[in-house]
């Protein structure tokens, strides 16, 4: 008997230009854990982070190497927004990425799924931080 398909999504690969400078953006101002932050060798590194509590899909921060890459950072979905941080309390997380000097793209609306806002990282990768309204997140 074959066993059922189970798959997930399990890190997503961002550019950034310094892995010290991303590791302090995100874990300073958006409160992401660093999971790892392995030497892999000529000046590359497995920099893995996550939101807290999170349990699901990581973010891999990948230093460009080249100049095709370094052209990507900040607009690898084509100025559209990237990625959703997706939350428990939007008003909470608002506030204190407010506070730590995170530039928000537009003020913060209310749509029929929930509140959202859009902003964006230390390179301009635009995000959505995101309160569903019927969620059981």
Known sequence: MTSPIKQRIANISL????YDDAIEFYTKKLSFELLEDSDMGAGK????????N?????????????????????????????LFLQTNDFWRDYQQMKNQ?????????VEE?????????LYGTKWDLLE?????F
């Open 132 to 136: 569903l309204k019927d969620s059981n």
């Open 101 to 109: 000097g995170v530039e928000f793209c537009e003020e913060p609306r």
């Open 15 to 18: 550019l950034v230009e310094s």
């Open 54 to 82: 999170a349990n699901g899909t990581n973010i891999l921060l990948a230093k460009a190497t080249n100049e095709q890459q370094s052209q990507a950072i900040g607009n690898q979905a084509g100025g559209r927004v990237f």
């Open 113 to 121: 799924y929930g509140t959202v806002v859009v902003f964006k990282d």
């Open 45 to 52: 590194r497995w920099v893995l982070i996550s939101p807290p």
